[in-house]
């Protein structure tokens, strides 16, 4: 009864944090049994920045999900999903930095302020970074008002991740599906769309109850 109770409450903080590391577990066990041949780096590299992606518009995605359903158990794993977001991203990082770059300062820093698709993926990885450290409880009672205005720059960080995608992909049409879907989860967030979709949703709720309410009533029997 006991586990039963916990698993309605957690089972889709178990599903994400399972669901997460199962691509960083397959990227392992396919390095180790040297499935990537071609252009290992390259292919680890975008395997982990679009991994990185998914995860930070399912982080996006939380808040119009919670507003067109009213589930507020999405919100729970809201800031799991940005966490290893960032873990990926580093994953990501690291990858360019080892094995791209084989740790070369001077190639670095050329790379990083030089072109255009490095300078976005490095600015919206810095961006995330600030958010991960101050994603805890403990920020949020040091900066107060502020942390709130801070977390904002998520947006700014998903526009420039899908710009470094769309910069360094050959083919513009899966970034920019990706950047679409940005689009339509920002504009779900401002107060006048979210307000229709929340007024809408509790209107449909109250006639589903009363529907209901009706068709127990119809069902009851007649003494």
């Given at each position: ?6 698993w309605?409450?957690?089972w889709l ?9 199962v ?15 071609v ?5 680890m590299?975008?395997?982990t920045?679009?991994?990185?992606l ?8 939380c808040?119009?999900?919670?507003t067109?359903t009213?589930?507020k ?7 799991a999903?940005?966490?290893y977001?960032?873990?990926?991203v ?26 255009r ?13 600030l958010l991960?450290?101050?994603?805890t ?9 502020n942390?709130?205005r801070?977390h904002r ?13 769309l910069?360094l992909?050959?083919d ?36 589903l ?10 069902l009851?029997p007649?003494r």
């Amino acid at each position: 009864m006991v586990l039963g109770t916990w698993w309605r409450k957690n089972w889709l903080r178990v599903l994400v944090h399972i669901g997460a590391w199962v691509p960083l577990s397959w990227l392992v066990i396919q390095y180790l049994q040297g499935s990537f041949v071609v252009d290992p780096v390259r292919e680890m590299t975008t395997y982990t920045g679009k991994t990185a992606l998914i995860l930070l518009m399912l982080s996006l995605a939380c808040t119009p999900i919670s507003t067109v359903t009213g589930l507020k158990q999405v919100l729970r794993v809201r800031r799991a999903l940005g966490v290893y977001s960032l873990v990926y991203v580093s994953v990501h990082f690291a990858i360019f930095v080892g094995l791209d770059y084989r740790f070369d300062p001077g190639l670095l820093v050329e790379a990083i302020f030089e072109q255009r698709y490095v300078i976005v993926g490095f600015a919206a990885g810095v961006i995330l970074l600030l958010l991960g450290v101050t994603s805890t409880r403990g920020w949020q009672r040091r900066l107060r008002r502020n942390w709130k205005r801070l977390h904002r720059l998520v947006y700014v960080a998903g526009i420039l991740v899908v710009a470094h995608f769309l910069w360094l992909s050959k083919d513009p049409q899966e970034p920019l599906r990706y950047g679409a879907l940005l689009v339509g989860l920002l504009l779900l967030r401002l107060p006048p769309i979210r307000g229709a979709i929340s007024r809408l949703r509790r209107r449909l709720e109250s006639r589903l109850k009363r529907n209901s309410e009706r068709g127990l009533g119809v069902l009851a029997p007649h003494r």
